[in-house]
Structures are given as C-alpha cells and as structure tokens.
C-alpha cells in the first residue's frame, strides 16, 4: 500500500508510524474505489452500446418476402352480410382549388374497382371557386358544403398547411344523414383495388399506422389520410368539447387530435389501406409486395398535380399541364417514385378520356363568368 502514498519517501518527524500507515491505508483505499468506479462504468458503457448495436430492427424494418396469403379470407367475407349501400360513403374533403384534378380522377379511380358507396366531398364554400368544385366532381362526388371547425387555441402550435384540416372531423357528423360507415380518402389517395370490407368492420374507428422516411421510421400513431369510422353526432360533440382542452402536440392538426383521442381505441388497419410512398423509400422489398395488394396509394412525398415539390398547392396545375407537370417532379426522391407518378398519369388520362367533355365544360363555364 506504501506505493500508492505521495508521502512514501518521506522521512516521519514522529514516530507514531502505526498512525501514518492508517492513513496511507486510508488514502490507498480511496483512489482504489474511484478506479473501481472508473472501470466499471466504463464496462458498463461497452456492454450498453454493445446491446444497442445489436438489437435487432423492427419486422418491417427486416422485412421479408414470407406471406404469400391474401389479406382477407375471403370465405368469411362471403358469409359477412353487405351493408346497406345507401349507408356506406366515400368521403373526401378539398380545402383549395389546387387539389380538383386530384379528386377527379380519385373517383374516376373509384370506378375502376366497382366502388358502390356514395361519394362525398366535403368543401369549404367560401374557399373554394366554382370551376374547382364543377372538376372534383365531375367524375361522381356529390358536394357537401361543410362549415370551417377551427384549430383550438386560434390555430396557435398548429402547422400553417393544415389550418382548415379540422374540418375533416365533419365526418363525424354524417350519421344525421344516415349513414352508417364511411372511409374518408384524403384528396391525395388513389384507389387501386376495391376496399369494400372496411364497411363491414364492427369497430367504430381505424387507420393505417404512419411511415416517415427520417428517424420516427415505422411509427405507432396512425396517418389519417385513409380513416374508416362509423360516423355518431354524439362522438362529434364530444369530439368538439374535448379538442378545446386537450393536451397535445397539435402541429400536425386533425391528425394529432384523432390519435390522441382513439389512442389505444383505434384499430390499425394494414398498410394496404394506405400505401404511403414513404414505405418505398424506407423499406422497397416491403413495397414491393404492398403494391400488389394496396387498396389506397398515398401520393404524400411527391404529389403529382401540385407543381411545388414542397407540395403547398399555391399555384393550380391546369388540367392540359399535369402530364408535364408529373414529368417535371418525376427526378424526385432520386427517382424512386416513377412507377406511382406514371399509375397516377394513367389514371388520370383515363379520366380525361372519359370525363374530358365534362372537365372542359367546367372550364369554359368559369371564362364566362
Ligand atoms: C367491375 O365490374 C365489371 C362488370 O361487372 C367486371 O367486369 C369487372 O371485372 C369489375 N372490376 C373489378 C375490379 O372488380
């Protein structure tokens, strides 16, 4: 123990040597300890970043090409009885005239895969112009004024883009009118296969867990751009009374709100729901084989009929530029979204083939004016 005593060459004025030795004792113990302390957290650390590095990702993260089964089984589906079409709706909503083309074809998109639901389409009259609202629903939605919801606290925390997105939660409002169930398909969505058995569903709400390309990756909150619910007026008072006091972070509007308040009570639906073009950027074997079976595809990196490649929608694509429009943003994202642009172009030019008399006429209707 002497060796580790700063005093050790010393020569002892006193001869009291037991006591010096207690001392040198003492002193040794302690710088023992912090060494011991030292070592330790630095195995600690190691064993810590070790287990870290190790762990393994998340199963979509992993994703591997295992189940070859359909999502339904369709003998059950056959036995289910369908509801009552007059009480099942499709439902979208349009906050600005850039997003008409969008809805146009999303109904025309509708058609292809046999939709049978009414369609509806939530618009704000005092926001949107006679032309816009004459093209969404040129190719089935029925228009359905809807009155402004506010975001509480004066909009104050939430994001400027989704200032009139609240509006959404109108949904709620529609069992006055009879209807039973409904599936609001953000303006951004196309449909790909039909998505009839969401009406069947017994729950009362469900949506598609949300995919971010960054860090959040694989996220437990749900994207409210495909929503299945049953809409109740009793939900929708509560809904309105609870928004006001509520804590959350509301920077991402309706959608904050709606994951706060379902929480655990949200069924999450399978991402075929809501192929959100983030999936193919994190994850292209899962994409791979979402894309034979997605119902819904979210255009929410790249929007083909907005011109910005913030997507904010400030200048309208006019109906004779979005094929050079698509073209334009086709580079973005290195690329990754050609096959989803040119499906969506498809889609559209199917519908200006079919409703193009329609669309012009909305057009020229809005010159005379
Ligand atoms: C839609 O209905 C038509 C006529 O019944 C049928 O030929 C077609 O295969 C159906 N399309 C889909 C996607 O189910």
């Known amino acids: 123990m002497w060796?580790?005593?700063r005093?050790?060459?010393?020569?002892?004025?006193?001869?009291?040597?037991?006591?010096?030795?207690?001392?040198?004792?003492?002193?040794a113990f302690r710088i023992v300890t912090v060494l011991l302390l030292i070592f330790i957290s630095l195995w600690y650390n190691g064993y810590a970043i070790a287990k870290l590095a190790k762990k393994w990702p998340t199963p979509l993260d992993n994703y591997q090409h295992l189940n070859p089964n359909p999502l339904l089984n369709h003998d059950f589906y056959q036995s289910l009885k369908p509801p009552a079409l007059s009480e099942t709706a499709v439902l979208t909503s349009m906050y600005t005239d850039s997003y008409a083309t969008a809805i146009a074809t999303l109904g025309h998109s509708l058609d292809r895969v046999n939709s049978t639901a009414t369609r509806l389409l939530f618009y704000l009259p005092e926001h949107i112009s006679a032309e816009a609202l004459c093209i969404a629903t040129a190719t089935g939605f029925v228009p359905h004024p809807v009155s402004r919801i506010s975001p509480p606290r004066n909009g104050d925390g939430t994001n400027k883009r989704f200032l009139d997105a609240y509006s959404k939660l109108n949904l709620w409002t529609l069992g006055d009118a009879g209807y039973t169930a409904v599936v609001h398909l953000d303006a951004d969505t196309l449909v790909l296969r039909n998505f009839d058995e969401l009406f069947t569903l017994p729950y009362r709400f469900g949506a598609v867990p949300d995919v971010y390309v960054g860090t959040h990756g694989f996220a437990l909150e749900f994207n409210t751009g495909v929503i299945y619910a049953r809409p109740d007026t009793v939900v929708f008072r509560d809904m309105m009374e609870k928004m006001q006091t509520l804590s959350y972070d509301g920077l991402q509007a309706d959608q904050a709100f709606l994951n706060q308040y379902y929480?655990?009570?949200a069924v999450r639906l399978p991402y075929a729901y809501n192929a959100n073009l983030a999936i193919k950027k994190r994850?292209?074997?899962m994409w791979e084989d979402l894309w034979?079976?997605?119902?819904?595809v979210h255009y929410t990196l790249v929007k083909p009929f907005l011109a910005e490649a913030d997507n904010s929608g400030e200048t309208i694509v006019p109906m004779e530029g979005l094929e050079a429009n698509i073209h334009a943003r086709m580079g973005e994202f290195d690329g990754a979204f050609k096959q989803e642009l040119l499906e969506w172009l498809g889609q559209?030019?199917?519908?200006y083939a079919k409703y193009g008399d329609k669309l012009r006429e909305c057009e020229r209707k809005a010159d005379d004016i």
Not at 292 to 296: F, H, L, M, T, V
């Open 283 to 285: 994850q292209p074997a």
């Open 348 to 351: 559209w030019k199917e519908t």
């Open 3 to 5: 060796i580790f005593s």
């Open 7 to 27: 005093y050790k060459d010393y020569a002892p004025l006193w001869t009291d040597v037991a006591s010096l030795k207690q001392a040198n004792r003492v002193h």
């Open 292 to 296: 034979k079976r997605a119902r819904i």
């Open 263 to 265: 929480a655990a009570a």
